[in-house]
């Protein structure tokens, strides 16, 4: 997250830090995202200083309001061309990838969760002398199994979540951005009569731009 020059004192940011030109998560391997280390630099900076304005990175790529926006407008113009345009359709393509992404780890999730209650329920047959046959009839391995799915569920339902808030995010983002880029090609004497509440309901007219 950034990288530290020399040893200072608690508080004295002058010479701990200099900033990044890229977000650490645009940079970090496999393995940095897989295991969340990616802003370990920046917690270790929060554990001995006050965070300022300054210490944060750029925003990610993915995050930037003008590509958010910029995907939306794309997949709005596209829906323009259909007899009946919905603008929910057109947020659900600005971000398809994502929804995939997500859907995919949830469904693997929702299994695993499954599979390990079931191997639970063959865990308590072989405990009962009623084992459910093959290798599903050793006790041991059906305690590893049900270890193993445990853990790998830990893992998906860390990334699950965070990719979700991530989208959720970002479809506040580009929908601010939207609503931002609509606002300021109002008419001045029109945008001072109009409130600011009553822009956002009207989902039609912040599409046309």
């Known amino acids: ?72 407008l794309a ?7 259909k007899a009946e345009p919905w603008i929910v359709r057109a947020f659900y393509y600005t971000f398809v990838e994502e929804f995939g992404w997500i859907g995919t780890l949830g469904i693997i999730e929702t299994f695993l969760k499954v599979y390990q209650a079931a191997l639970l329920g063959y865990l308590i047959g072989w405990i009962t002398d009623d084992p459910g046959g093959g290798y599903l009839s050793n006790g041991y391995t059906l305690a590893g ?17 965070m990719y979700v808030w991530r989208l959720g995010m970002q479809f506040r983002v580009s929908v601010i951005a939207v609503i931002y880029n609509k606002a300021i090609k109002l008419d001045l004497r029109a945008l001072s009569r109009t409130a600011t509440a009553e822009l956002a309901p009207n989902a039609a007219a912040i599409a046309a731009i």
């Open 145 to 161: 199994l049900i270890s193993l799915t445990g853990i790998l569920n830990l893992i998906l339902h860390h990334h699950f979540f």
């Open 1 to 72: 997250m950034v990288k530290e020059t020399e040893k200072s004192p608690p508080g004295d940011t002058s010479s701990v830090f200099q900033p990044l030109a890229d977000n650490p998560y645009d940079t970090a391997s496999w393995w940095e995202l897989f295991v969340f280390k990616w802003p370990e630099g920046l917690l270790s900076l929060g554990a001995t200083t006050v965070l300022e304005h300054e210490h944060l990175p750029p925003n990610p790529r993915g995050e930037s309001s003008s590509r958010l926006m910029g995907k939306f």
């Open 75 to 81: 997949a709005w113009r596209e829906e323009k061309k």
